[in-house]
T-cell receptor
Framework: DTGVSQDPRHKITKRGQNVTFRCDPI?????LYWYRQTLGQGPEFLTY????????KSRLLSDRFSAERPKGSFSTLEIQRTEQGDSAMYLC?????????????FGPGTRLTVL | GQQVMQIPQYQHVQEGEDFTTYCNSS?????IQWYKQRPGGHPVFLIQ?????EVKKQKRLTFQFGEAKKNSSLHITATQTTDVGTYFC????????????FGAGTQVVVTP
């Protein structure tokens, strides 16, 4: 499968715990994006990378959230000291900047439940 | 900050009928994209519009980008059961090309 993959697909954690999600983009894609989606809403932008550089981060994003893409390939999103309000679907997407088209390919998401 | 709004939130359509969903941005956009998300699935790219007044067609789907690049619409003709899902518009601005701002979506239910 050459699509965007995310791991784990589901995560249940207790409030206050740290969690880390992984995203593997389509191999030739140099851009990678993280979004959060709650029921009945559209994806909410969190951050994006071009290669290994984090180019933009949402101002709404708490300092408890951090993302990395150390080698410009896979990315991790860490949430520290989780809160119940962090429960959501976390989506990763990737795109290739060389086409001039910003078509983003989404992964299946990681569903986080904070108890 | 930039906001993208979509109406209607829900659309119930009889199979074979046409409908239109609308997208409005509080700021001028450099481009707008449309995505479709099936129940339980992830968003799938449909199209990108870049030029003022641009119109693009994909079979029964017609997409428009407003002259002021602040609004867009998606018109579906002869709705089929395969059109079920939530349609999102998403826009970005010139100074923030990579940051897509999604609307809340239009959830489409098709009655046979």
């Amino acid at each position: 499968d050459t699509g965007v993959s995310q791991d784990p697909r589901h995560k249940i954690t207790k409030r206050g715990q740290n969690v880390t999600f992984r995203c593997d983009p389509i191999s030739e894609h140099n851009r990678l994006y993280w979004y959060r989606q709650t029921l009945g809403q559209g994806p909410e932008f969190l951050t994006y990378f071009q290669n290994e550089a984090q180019l933009e981060k949402s101002r709404l994003l708490s300092d408890r959230f951090s993302a990395e893409r150390p080698k410009g390939s896979f990315s991790t999103l860490e949430i520290q000291r989780t809160e119940q309000g962090d429960s959501a679907m976390y989506l990763c997407a990737s795109s290739y900047s060389g086409t001039g088209l910003n078509e983003q390919f989404f992964g299946p998401g990681t569903r986080l439940t904070v108890l | 900050g930039q906001q993208v709004m979509q109406i209607p939130q829900y659309q119930h359509v009889q199979e074979g009928e046409d409908f239109t969903t609308y997208c409005n941005s509080s700021t001028t956009l450099s481009n707008i994209q449309w995505y479709k998300q099936r129940p339980g699935g992830h968003p799938v790219f449909l199209i990108q519009l870049v030029k003022s007044g641009e119109v693009k067609k994909q079979k029964r789907l017609t997409f428009q980008f407003g002259e002021a690049k602040k609004n867009s619409s998606l018109h579906i003709t002869a709705t089929q059961t395969t059109d079920v899902g939530t349609y999102f518009c998403a826009g970005s601005t010139t100074d923030s090309w990579g940051k897509l701002q999604f609307g809340a979506g239009t959830q489409v239910v098709v009655t046979p």
